[in-house]
């Protein structure tokens, strides 16, 4: 399978910031959407932001201050989380859906990104 290797998550004090990132490995064709989705105790997994068609979208809970960016080396994704807020603490995972005929999920193994008050 292909694997995403995560890297980045820590601990931090509110107003700090945190760049995550996510590398892919293994045979990857037709990248459809590579981005960053987190999960909270006790809540539901959601998106963070997502590269997709060429385009941008982020939650609207971390527009102007979270930013998601391509590796121009290797097929990797950047996340770049300023002005941290407590309410960011999650478990972060990398997700990419490659394939247009069959599309596939891939998803990381998540990283803790804690965020102190």
């Known amino acids: 399978q292909v694997q995403l290797v995560e890297s980045g998550g820590g601990l931090v004090q509110a107003g700090g910031s945190l760049t995550l990132s996510c590398a892919a490995s293994g045979s990857v064709f037709s990248i459809n959407a590579m981005g960053w989705y987190r999960q909270a105790p006790g809540k539901q997994r959601e998106l963070v932001a997502v590269?997709?068609?060429?385009?941008?979208n982020y939650a609207d809970s971390v527009k102007g201050r979270f930013t998601i960016s391509r590796d121009n080396a290797k097929i990797a994704r950047n996340l770049q989380m300023n002005s941290l807020k407590p309410e960011d603490t999650a478990v972060y995972y990398c997700?990419?859906?490659?394939?247009?005929?069959?599309?596939?999920?891939?998803w990381g193994q998540g990283t803790q990104v804690t965020v102190s008050s």
């Open positions: 997700n990419l859906v490659t394939g247009t005929r069959n599309p596939t999920v891939y």
């Open positions: 590269i997709s068609g060429g385009r941008t």
